[in-house]
């Protein structure tokens, strides 16, 4: 069953979400604010693939909620809606946790490809054979493993969303090679993303605030200027 969470306090956008996304298969539950969003989530005994929330809702907003809601899953697939185009709502977002934006107004379109694109890609993270027990990737100070879907640093747990996981996989599977933005969005968001290449760069900055002893002078996690990133094992 595709379960999604809807946050919405305009009436009028939150039908608009619902009847689109139900119509195409999605179970929809509905909150008219982040503090119902919150008690919603934590009395539900079925799980949600994905959270839709509006930005601009009074009370909690959607940033706030969006924290609240990686603090209890990273596995669950967040989109955050705004009315604003500024590019620091989208960061301000990504960088809390959210896996992708939608900037208001939207088509129905655009609404069901980001939210399909987004499924896609948590029941692919969910629903992946398991590999060997023995299948680590160990690279210096980090170790992933693919069965149990960890990554340590220094036998210590780093948590990663599913996507934050996807592209540190994408890495060591790659080690000391300059992945570009388009590779890597087309590995791990799909090639028919709709969205725009600057996620990978959020994303970036989000993983690197994870792993480097000094997010701003990263030594794992490097940028290769007209290239794109790579994981550096020297």
């Not at 909150?31 to 079925?46: H, K, M, P, Q, W």
């Not at 692919?124 to 149990?148: C, Q, V, Y």
Request: some cysteine.
């Amino acid at each position: 069953m595709k379960r999604i969470l809807i946050v919405e306090d305009e009436t009028a956008i939150r039908e608009f979400e619902v009847i689109n996304l139900k119509r195409v298969g999605y179970t929809v539950v509905e909150a008219g604010s982040g503090e119902e969003a919150l008690e919603i989530y934590d009395s539900d005994t079925e799980g949600f693939d994905i959270a839709l929330l509006d930005i601009s809702m009074p009370g909690m907003d959607g940033f706030t909620l969006c924290k609240e809601l990686r603090r209890r899953s990273e596995m669950l697939g967040i989109i955050m809606l705004t009315a604003r185009t500024q590019e620091m709502d989208k960061i301000s977002g990504l960088m809390l946790g959210a896996d992708d934006y939608i900037t208001k107004p939207f088509s129905p379109t655009e609404l069901l490809a980001r939210v399909d694109s987004l499924y896609r890609r948590v029941e692919m993270h969910n629903s992946k054979p398991a590999p060997a027990p023995s299948d680590d990737i160990t690279l210096g100070e980090f170790t992933l493993n693919l069965r149990r879907r960890t990554l340590l640093k220094n036998g210590k747990n780093i948590e990663l969303t599913q996507v934050e996981f996807q592209m540190i996989e994408y890495f060591f599977n790659n080690p000391d090679v300059a992945l570009g933005r388009t590779d890597i969005l087309n590995k791990v968001w799909g090639t028919n993303y709709f969205g725009e290449e600057k996620i990978v760069d959020v994303n970036i900055r989000r993983l690197r605030m994870k792993i480097e002893d000094d997010p701003s002078e990263p030594k794992r996690l490097v940028t290769v200027w007209g290239m794109g990133y790579k994981w550096n094992t020297h």
